[in-house]
Nanobody
Framework: EVQLVESGGGLVQAGGSLRLSCAAS????????IGWFRQAPGKEREGVSC????????YYADSVKGRFTISSDNAKNTVWLQMNSLKPEDTAEYYC???????????????????WGQGTQVTVSS
């Protein structure tokens, strides 16, 4: 059974940093793409970043490029999202998602992954 457990959300002032973690289990980590998505109240879920753990390739939404960094530890089946220079508009529920890389390749930031975590709230105050 695929399981994704997020942690690391919280309340931070604008300009601050947070690091989100996604602990994965139940699948062959190297065969999957792992994505981070977010959803603010009243808005659609949007892709933030994605990583292919097999080759380390990464993808970012334009809104977070240069501020967020995604990384993975394949031995620990864990993906992190380091978020720096946070802005109030980054406030949202953040979700980790996983799907086979051959399924998500080409649409890495589309919220169409098969497996999702429960989410972790990130709130950035101004």
């Amino acid at each position: 059974e695929v399981q994704l457990v997020e942690s690391g959300g919280g309340l931070v002032q604008a300009g601050g940093s947070l690091r989100l973690s996604c602990a994965a289990s139940g699948f062959t980590f190297d065969d999957y793409g792992i994505g981070w998505f977010r959803q603010a109240p009243g808005k659609e879920r949007e892709g933030v970043s994605c990583i292919n753990p097999r080759d380390g390739s990464t993808y970012y939404a334009d809104s977070v490029k240069g501020r967020f960094t995604i990384s993975s530890d394949n031995a620990k089946n864990t993906v992190w999202l380091q978020m720096n220079s946070l802005k109030p508009e980054d406030t949202a529920e953040y979700y980790c998602a996983a799907d086979k890389w051959r399924v998500v390749a080409g649409t890495e930031l589309a919220p169409e992954y098969a497996h999702w975590g429960q989410g972790t709230q990130v709130t950035v105050s101004s």
